[in-house]
């Protein structure tokens, strides 16, 4: 499987202040995402992040809040952006088609996000 | 749209022992892929196992099983040899065949007691 990190891992941040959370893989791959993961919850998509042109949002996620950049194959950030203590939570990218399946997704370790 | 029921929030087993942990869907479509994910407290979401729709033959991976009834859109997991380090969420999940959306359960709680 692909070998996915996640920067910052943590971070406590003010309302109102915006966080860059960085993904790294360690391989081309074809698609990457983003996922919230509020606390205690499941899973639920926020865009699909598009190489070279702007990213897909599902409904209820907007660009203005969570814009995203996918400058390359290997690399896309996530900013959540005027920051309230709602958007508390556990923020992942995945990434899917690495060189070891196309249909598998993986996983980084997620970034914990705490707004005070 | 589809959507992926877990109706076990929360599952205990001894160590050692197995346990099925209830899965199922609902889709329209005759193409997919089926997911298994476990979550530690670690946060780091690991897959588990896979099942293509159209394989009949269920997937085994080591200790981890599916059953999948494709009929009855059903897709659980056994765990045999229950470890402690089993303990952790674990997440259903469907993938559409060509489209890149995971549609994800509201996962099971899983605790291995010693």
């Known amino acids: 499987s692909a070998v996915i990190s996640q920067k910052p891992s943590r971070d406590i941040c003010q309302r109102g202040t915006s966080l860059t959370i960085q993904c790294q893989v360690d391989?081309?791959?074809?698609?990457m995402f983003w996922y919230r993961q509020q606390p205690g919850q499941s899973l639920t998509l926020i865009a699909t992040?598009?190489?070279?042109?702007?990213?897909?949002?599902e409904s209820g996620f907007v660009i203005d809040k969570f814009p995203i950049s996918r400058p390359n194959l290997t690399f896309s950030t996530l900013t959540v952006s005027n920051m309230s203590p709602e958007d508390s939570s556990i923020y992942l990218c995945?990434?899917?088609?690495?060189?070891?399946?196309?249909?598998?997704?993986?996983f980084g370790p997620g970034t914990r996000l705490t707004v005070t | 749209a589809q959507t992926v029921t877990q109706s076990q929030p929360e599952m205990s087993v001894q160590e050692a022992e197995t346990v099925t942990l209830s899965c199922t869907y609902d889709?329209?479509?005759?193409?997919?892929?089926l997911f298994w994910y476990k979550q530690p407290p670690s946060r780091q979401m690991i897959l588990v196992i896979r099942?293509?729709?159209?394989?009949?033959q269920n997937a085994t991976e080591n200790r981890f099983s599916v059953n999948f009834q494709k009929a009855a859109k059903s897709f659980s997991l056994k765990i045999s040899d229950s470890q402690l380090g089993d303990t952790a969420m674990y997440f259903c999940?469907?993938?559409?065949?060509?489209?890149?959306?995971?549609?994800f359960g509201k996962g099971t709680k899983l605790t291995v007691n010693p």
């Open positions: 995945s990434v899917l088609g690495t060189p070891h399946s196309t249909y598998e997704q993986y």
């Open positions: 391989s081309q791959v074809t698609m």
């Open positions: 992040a598009n190489q070279g042109s702007e990213a897909t949002y």
């Open positions: 889709t329209s479509e005759n193409n997919y892929y």
């Open positions: 099942q293509e729709a159209y394989k009949q």
């Open positions: 999940a469907y993938n559409q065949g060509g489209s890149e959306k995971l549609v």
